[in-house]
C-alpha cells in the first residue's frame, strides 16, 4: 500500500464523482491499484482551489464498463476529511511539499511532473501536508482544539499544528479518531457559518465569545456521513437534535421541512419563521451537497420520536 497524490477539480473530463470515486485513464493504473487500502491526498489545481484539500481512503480499483482503458478508484465514503486549510504547493518557506515538484531552488515547479493526475507520496510528504492540512482553524467561530496528547482527551486553549507531535506511523490512527474528526468538523461547520444557525439565523455567543451553534451531519457518520463542510450544517442546540431525530429537515429548493405529525404547531412557530430558507455560508464551495439532504430526507426525515 502507498500513498499518493490523486488530482480531482470541480470541473473535470473525466467521471469523477468526488468522494465516490475517482475516474483515471489506464497510464495510472499499476500506481491506483498500489493505494487500495491506504490513504489518498486530493489536490485542485488553478480552476479549483490550487491546493491539496481532502484525505480520503482508497477502497477498490474496478474498470469503468462503458469507456475502455478507464478506471475507478472506489473511495471510503465515510473516511473523507475535509482539510481546515487549503494546503498549497510550497511549505511556509517556499519549498514544495513533494520532492518530485521542487525545482533546483526547491520552489514548485510548473509542467513537468506537476501536471501528473497521480502521485506517489513517501510517509514524510503524506504526514507532512497532513500536518498543514489539518492545523486547527483560529478565530472567534470556532472552537479549542482536542488534546490528543491527553488521556482524557479534553479542551486545550493553545491552537498548534494538528499533528505534529505524532510520528509519522501514528498519522492512520490519527485519520480514524472519531474526537479528532468530530473536532475537526465542528471548526469547519462554524467557520464556515461564521458561527450563525443555518435554520434561526441567530448567532448567539456565550460569555467567552464562543458561538453556541454546533455542527450537524447531515448523512450521519453512522450513515457513512463524511467530514466535510457540504455534509455539515451549523444549528442551535435545540434545532440539530430535531435535524438528527428527523423531525426537520431541508427541501431542494432550501425550504425547512417539518414533520407536523411529531412537532407541535406552536413549538414550530417559535423555532421557525415560516417559509424560512437555510441560510448558507458565503463561499459556494460550503454550499450542503444536494445529495446529502437528499438522502437525509429519504432516511431520516420523519422517522423520529415526536417533542
Not at 274 to 286: C, E, I, T, V, Y
Amino acid at each position: 500500500m502507498v500513498n499518493a497524490i490523486f488530482i480531482q477539480n470541480p470541473q473535470s473530463i473525466y467521471d469523477d464523482q468526488p468522494g465516490e470515486a475517482y475516474h483515471f485513464p489506464r497510464q495510472y493504473l499499476g500506481t491506483v491499484q498500489q493505494t487500495i487500502g491506504d490513504w489518498v491526498i486530493f489536490y485542485e489545481s488553478r480552476r479549483g482551489a490550487f491546493g491539496y484539500v481532502s484525505v480520503q481512503k482508497v477502497k477498490d480499483v474496478v474498470p469503468d464498463p462503458k469507456n475502455e482503458g478507464h478506471y475507478y478508484a472506489l473511495l471510503d465514503r465515510g473516511s473523507r476529511w475535509q482539510f481546515e486549510r487549503v494546503v498549497r504547493r510550497a511549505d511556509p518557506n517556499g519549498i514544495a511539499y513533494e520532492k518530485s515538484l521542487r525545482k533546483s531552488d526547491g520552489s514548485p515547479m510548473s509542467g513537468g511532473a506537476s501536471v501528473s493526475a497521480v502521485r506517489k507520496l513517501s510517509p514524510s510528504e503524506f504526514a507532512s501536508i497532513l500536518d498543514a492540512g489539518l492545523t486547527e482553524l483560529e478565530g472567534a467561530d470556532v472552537i479549542p482544539r482536542v488534546d490528543l496528547q491527553s488521556p482524557m482527551s479534553g479542551l486545550a486553549e493553545n491552537h498548534a499544528p494538528f499533528l505534529g507531535l505524532q510520528p509519522v506511523e501514528d498519522r492512520s490512527k490519527i485519520l480514524t479518531s472519531r474526537p479528532a474528526r468530530d473536532a475537526s468538523f465542528q471548526r469547519l461547520v462554524k467557520a464556515a457559518y461564521k458561527g450563525r444557525c443555518a435554520i434561526s439565523g441567530l448567532q448567539l455567543r456565550n460569555g467567552g465569545g464562543r458561538p453556541e451553534v454546533q455542527a450537524a451531519h447531515i448523512r450521519a457518520v453512522a450513515d457513512d456521513g463524511p467530514d466535510v463542510v457540504q455534509n455539515g450544517l451549523a444549528l442551535s442546540g435545540t434545532l440539530h437534535w430535531m435535524f438528527d431525530r428527523g423531525l426537520i429537515s431541508v427541501a431542494d429548493d432550501l425550504s425547512i421541512l417539518i414533520s407536523h405529525n411529531k412537532v407541535p404547531g406552536d413549538v414550530a412557530a417559535r423555532l421557525i419563521t415560516p417559509g424560512q430558507k437555510l441560510l448558507l455560508p458565503d463561499n459556494a464551495r460550503d454550499h450542503s451537497h444536494p445529495d446529502y439532504l437528499k438522502f437525509h430526507r429519504e432516511n431520516t426525515f420523519g422517522q423520529g420520536e415526536t417533542m
